[in-house]
């Protein structure tokens, strides 16, 4: 006879199967039946399963409560702490209240729907697992793209990682507990108190620890995004309103940038190393990773590294990038200082329009000088135009000359026969060059000639005096009344000729008092140090280090008041679009940045001190000589240098001095070798204390090992640290410690509470 049976065969297909048994009766066919049913018993676990789920309505096709439902259900209820299971019970509890269903309790509600869940992951272990897995990653995914939580970015990078742990491990804790807590149904007669606290101090740790993980992959998903992810095509990128804002607060101005801006937020984000980035680049220099971010550690290991204190796989990286940067700073100062200067060559390329500071001291003495040569010539001539004229000077004009302008000048020079001898000669000459005779009845007219030859002798008597500063300036009030004496005559019809004579005599007093004003010395002028500077240089054999030290400083730029006196004379004589006044300018930049030829340059931070204080202590000669505009580059360049050089830390800095830095890179690389030893004894350990063949080849192995993974990982560090600010995926720059770890905290928290029996 035949015995039908109806367990399925192979659950993973439903399929089910038809039991023969041959048997000469009904009990000895039924007898065979249990015998094999004794033997091909369904699991306990599996038999409870189906009857909960069948008592609850036979849920799925099979009686599995289906792998879909059962996925959906631990999903959901993972990642969101067993709340829908909760709120399924809720809606039981409603039910009944309504009378739509049957009454129950909470606790009998929520206790039915766990087992229900229960039993579909029993029966589904596959789906169970996926659904869990799916519950802890959703929010992590969500706290990645999201962009997390930020942290204060002046700590140091294991301080930051500290809090954002301490936040995670909170975070972790209070998920642990309220998953423990809501396990147990919203509303419980018997509430077990102990597992919640255990739940949360497991779920405290794991949560604490998930940070790290995640943050690293984070890391590695962006890098394979990058790396397999093709940059869009088509328009270029755009700087929205919200990234030009975070650059502003970052202290640059994102009008001042083009494309480059919008395709650098787009790689790295808008935060405080792209813009320091972005500003370095503009002056054409290339910043590291701990230049950018300006991380105290990241910078003393680049520093270090490039010395050859982490192997030579970091320093082949490092040092050549530190030799460019030299290279890429020199650049740019000096292409700044062509743009001061604003000399362009004949093939249209910017050129020095100094060399140096010394050069530039040249170049002034010789303008002045020419310049100086010209307004003499040009004064000269136009009273020579003037004097030379046809005409004269009614005789009665010019009777006691001498005397009235001696009585003029009462109170304002001395006229004294010892101590001004030439101004007494002057007095004297006027005074004979019409003095009545004996015997004459009419007093001759004086020429204009005359009058030229008086003014000549005048003149002779000024130079001759040039010993004696009070007869030199007593002689040149004299010619100056004896100037205004013939325009008066001449205005008071007390001269006849030609009638362009006076506006002739007036044009050549003019341009003698624009020289006078211009390069003689005046002790009454605001500016009297600066005149007589000038003087100096027409007058006497002034050098190009006296003129450089006047101008320029002698240590401190502009540090004195006669640099930016000076200054305005020398732009006023030269003229702003002057060769020489353009080599002003550079000059000075130069004196800020370069040292003489032939000594080692400022490095990064002098540089930057030394342009700083030229644009608050000297800001009276940066006024004169350079536009607002030109002094918001001096301090771009500087805010870069000051990069560059890195932050300081209990008053030191990331980059020691050259000597230092040798020193410890040296020191460095002899204490990482000492690794190589310890690896390779490990070698010889393993093959006993003998030390045989096998042990010493062993321990080279694994000294080589040791020194290769090092190496390796140093220069991988070394080959990020040339790359910049770091690269970012989208909005992905931090994890949330708190959206990260809670499903992190709460599943592994109960995994572990299970696993040791709480």
Sequence with gaps: MVVEAHRPMDRRWNVGFTLDIEADNEKAALAGAQQWYSVNAMPKEEAEARKTLAAAGGVGNQGDGSSIMTFASEALNTGMLNLPRNLDAGIKVARGYLGTGPEVSFADAYDQTKKIDEARATLNPTASTAGTLTGIAGPVVASVLSGGAATPTLLPAAAKLGVRMGAGALTGAAAG????????????????????????????????????????????????????????????????????????????????????????????????????????????????????????????????????????????????????????????????????????????VPVNAADDPLNAAGNIIADVRSKAATAKNEYKNLYADALGREGEFQGTAFQGLGGNITKSLQGEVEIDSMLTPGASRAVKLLDELRAPKEGDEVIGNVSLQEAEQMRKRLNAIRSAASNNPSDRRAVTA??????????????????????????????????????????????????????????????????????????????????????????????????????????????????????????????????????????????????????????????????????????????????????????????????????????????????????????????????????????????????????????VVGPRATINPGIAAAPLAAAGGGLLGDDFGF
């Design 177 to 348: 507990a309220a998953d423990e807590y809501l396990d147990q149904g919203l509303i419980s007669n018997n509430r077990d108190w102990g597992k919640v606290g255990t739940s949360a101090a497991l779920s405290g740790l794991v949560g604490g620890g998930a940070v790290p993980v995640m943050d690293k992959v984070a890391d590695v998903g962006g890098k394979l995004v990058n790396r397999f992810t093709k940059a869009p095509t088509g328009a270029p990128p755009t700087l929205s309103p919200e990234d030009a804002a975070k650059l502003q607060a970052a202290g640059l101005d994102p009008r001042s940038f083009g494309p480059e801006a919008a395709a650098a937020v787009a790689r790295k984000g808008a935060n405080d190393a792209t813009a320091r980035e972005l500003q370095a680049q503009k002056f054409g220099i290339d910043l590291t990773k701990g230049q950018a971010t300006q991380d105290f550690g990241e910078m003393r290991f680049e520093n270090l590294a490039a010395q050859e204190g982490y192997g030579k796989t970091a320093f082949n990286r490092l040092s050549p990038f530190f030799e460019k940067q030299e290279q890429q700073i020199g650049a740019a100062k000096t292409a700044i200082g062509q743009q001061f200067g604003g000399k362009v060559g004949p093939d249209g």
């Design 478 to 727: 004299i010619i100056e009344k004896f100037d205004n004496h013939l325009e008066d005559s001449m205005a008071n019809q007390l001269f006849s000729g030609d009638e362009g004579a006076l506006d002739a005599l007036k044009k050549a007093r003019a341009s003698f008092a624009k020289y006078q004003s211009t390069f003689k010395a005046n002790r009454s002028a605001p500016d009297a140090d600066a005149s007589r500077w000038m003087q100096r240089i027409v007058e006497t054999d002034v050098t190009a280090k006296e003129v450089s030290d006047a101008l320029f400083g002698l240590s401190k730029i502009g540090e004195k008041g006669v640099s930016q006196r000076l200054a305005v004379r020398l732009q006023n004589t030269m003229g702003k679009d002057s060769d020489a006044w353009k080599g002003v300018r550079q000059g000075i930049w130069q004196k800020i940045v370069s040292k003489p030829e032939g000594k080692d340059d400022w490095g990064p931070q002098a540089m930057s001190e030394r342009i700083s204080s030229f644009l608050s202590e000297g800001s009276a000669l940066a006024r004169v000589t350079f536009s607002p505009d030109e002094q918001k580059v001096m301090r771009e360049f500087a805010s870069v240098l000051k990069t560059v050089r890195g932050p300081k830390i209990g008053g030191k800095t990331a980059n020691p001095n050259s000597d230092t830095a040798a020193a410890m890179g040296g020191m460095l690389s002899r204490v990482m070798g000492k690794y190589d030893a310890i690896f390779g004894t490990l070698g010889l350990l393993a093959d006993g204390a003998t030390g045989g063949l096998g042990g010493i080849i062993l321990s080279k192995v694994i000294g080589a090992a040791g020194s290769a993974g090092k190496n390796a990982y140093q220069g991988r560090r070394a080959a990020q640290a040339v790359q910049g600010a770091p690269t």
